[in-house]
């Protein structure tokens, strides 16, 4: 079993729809990273977080500490929002990052 | 402004021909990160370097090598490619190890195809 699970692998909404991704993980951390990675490979830093919850515009990530569990929303999806979106943890054992395997959205216009 | 920078964005090379990727920061971060990432599969950390000091991971092949010249630059080399480290790889800065909140900056990665 991995230590960072994302669900759902895949997704697909029409545009305008609420997204929501999920993330567990079964190890301690120390922080939790939302990555967005695009068709071609760049991977951009969404939100890191150690409790609670942080907005940036459309996006909206939480973090539930005693559950083990983050999500990830977009709210007013839109096309160009169609990315990998990757769950990745700080392990506080040995700081090193674990990566989930990714969520693949794709928005319809 | 590019911050993180990988050269060259595609790479092909042959079969059991050396190959090296390069790296550039403008952060003048500590850390630099090699990660590959095969398809549908999530980024797998080869080694990193906290300064001069070179971590290489436990399961990395010897056939993947790593250079930091300076502060700016690391190069990942690797001596001879297989059909199976075709793969992207990707690069990533912080500006430190250890802190709870070290936040990571990726490069564009570069796609490497053996053939």
């Known amino acids: 079993k991995n230590e960072v699970e994302q669900s759902p692998q895949n997704l697909t909404a029409q545009e305008g729809e609420f997204i929501t991704i999920n993330c567990s993980y079964s190890?301690?951390?120390?922080?939790l990273h939302w990555l967005q990675q695009h068709p071609g490979g760049g991977i951009v830093s969404l939100f890191m977080?150690?409790?609670g919850k942080k907005k940036h515009g459309r996006l909206i990530a939480t973090i539930n500490i005693q559950e083990k569990h983050s999500s990830l929303h977009i709210t007013a999806s839109h096309p160009r929002d169609s990315a990998v979106y990757i769950c990745?943890?700080?392990?506080?054992?040995?700081?090193?990052?674990?990566f989930g395997k990714g969520t693949r959205l794709h928005i319809l216009p | 402004d590019a911050m993180v920078i990988q050269n060259p964005r595609y790479q092909v090379t042959q079969f059991g021909k050396p190959v090296t990727l390069s790296c550039s920061q403008t952060?003048?971060?500590?850390?630099m990160y090699w990660y590959q990432q095969k398809s549908s599969q999530a980024p797998k950390l080869l080694f990193h370097?906290?300064?001069?000091?070179?971590?290489n991971e436990a399961d990395t092949p010897d056939n993947f090598q790593s250079r930091r010249p300076n502060t700016s630059f690391c190069f990942l080399d690797i001596r001879s490619p297989g059909l199976g480290d075709a793969a992207m790889y990707l690069c990533?800065?912080?500006?430190?190890?250890?802190?709870?909140?070290?936040?990571?900056?990726f490069g564009p990665g570069t796609r490497l195809t053996v053939l």
């Open positions: 370097y906290y300064d001069k000091d070179f971590n």
């Open positions: 990745a943890v700080r392990s506080d054992r040995d700081d090193k990052i674990i």
């Open positions: 190890v301690g951390i120390s922080a």
């Open positions: 952060l003048n971060h500590n850390v």
């Open positions: 977080l150690s409790s």
């Open positions: 990533a800065t912080s500006r430190d190890w250890g802190l709870a909140r070290n936040e990571q900056f």
